[in-house]
């Protein structure tokens, strides 16, 4: 049998990238980027429902144009559908792995109980799985209707959403997982910096400040609407 060339010894970057405990934290960063970058987008969107019916229901047909004529109907929503989807399972997969990962290298618990670390990061794991159940809730109640309340209305997504924060479950559910997002993006946005080298000494306050005041603002803008239905600003 002839010997391996050195070429196909040596593993891919790719491989490489994926296998390393470093790679698996800089694929971690940098598809939890991706979904934040889409959650300021999205929050900013929701809170087009202030501005009435007419605003709500256009800035969601937008969406479904984006991109024509050189795109077809709905390909520039779908394109970002789906790179959400690989950035959710990398963030998760990655996520997973290194948990194990970390659990194979200490088989013996600690012997101190005493938290060692931030209610955001002992909560990352739970508050992914909470986010990852929303996400499948979300679609099915407004995106295929098959979940929704009452009179599911395609191309009316106005009173879609506010036929969901009509009902108690609807905002315990959608309240819930805007809090996990903000705890989530807390300690992950601060994490995912000190991953891609972004942090330093002097620059550590200025991050974990930073980090703050966007889980605030995303939980407070997503917050807002379901809280508009329920006091009637929103109906």
Known sequence: MALATRAERRPSMTRTLWDSTVGKKTIMAASGLIMLGYLVVHMLGNLKIFFGPGEFNHYAHWLRTLGEPFLHHEWALWI??????????????????LSRRDIRARPVGYVHKRARSSYATRTMRWGGIILALFIVWHILDLTTGTVHSGGFQAGHPYQNVVDTFSTWYGNVIYIVAVLSVGLHVQHGFWSAAQTLGVGSATRDRVLKTLANVIAVVLTAGFVSVPVAVMTGVVS
């Open 80 to 97: 970002v559908r789906l790179v959400l989807v690989a950035a959710v399972v990398a963030h998760a997969v990655s996520a997973y792995q």
